[in-house]
């Protein structure tokens, strides 16, 4: 009888434990895209300058972007499509400058120059951005 009950036990146990490890689990859509980017550096081609911005962040996953420094200032809809990222700020209501991110307009298409694991750099006509997984 205990052995019965046993049994029992440890089909529940690895039917339970089989199940959880496989249910629920929504990964990335994006592949290297998909992650926390620390910005680097913003090259603005309008009016020439460099800067290393300090705690700035990209963070995207599936559908969306957030801007974060370091709490979510701004969250938008995101389109990637292997060599191309589209950033849409639609609800931007509050007239937050995104320009700190290299964002000067409610969409933008940025041309992905470099994506691999660790380094993505992305340009658009306004700016060219290099950042580093975080």
């Keep these: 009888m205990k052995q019965k009950i046993f049994r029992i036990a440890t089909i529940i146990i690895f039917a339970v434990?089989?199940?959880?490890?496989?249910?629920?689990?929504?990964?990335?859509?994006?592949?290297?895209?998909?992650?926390?980017w620390r910005v680097i550096t913003i090259e603005n081609y309008v009016t020439g300058d460099i800067t290393e911005p300090q705690n700035i962040f990209y963070c995207f996953y599936l559908h969306t972007v957030n801007l974060t420094a370091p709490s979510v200032v701004a969250a938008g809809?995101?389109?990637?499509s292997g060599n191309s990222l589209t950033l849409e700020f639609p609800y931007n209501n509050d007239n937050i400058s995104l320009n700190r991110w290299g964002i000067f307009t409610s969409e933008t298409i940025f041309k992905i120059e470099r994506l691999n694991s660790s380094h993505l750099i992305?340009?658009?006509?306004?700016?060219r951005i290099t950042m580093r997984k975080f």
């Design 77 to 80: 809809k995101m389109t990637y």
């Design 122 to 127: 992305i340009e658009s006509g306004w700016a």
């Design 17 to 36: 434990t089989l199940l959880g490890a496989t249910s629920c689990r929504k990964g990335g859509i994006n592949g290297d895209l998909d992650g926390q």
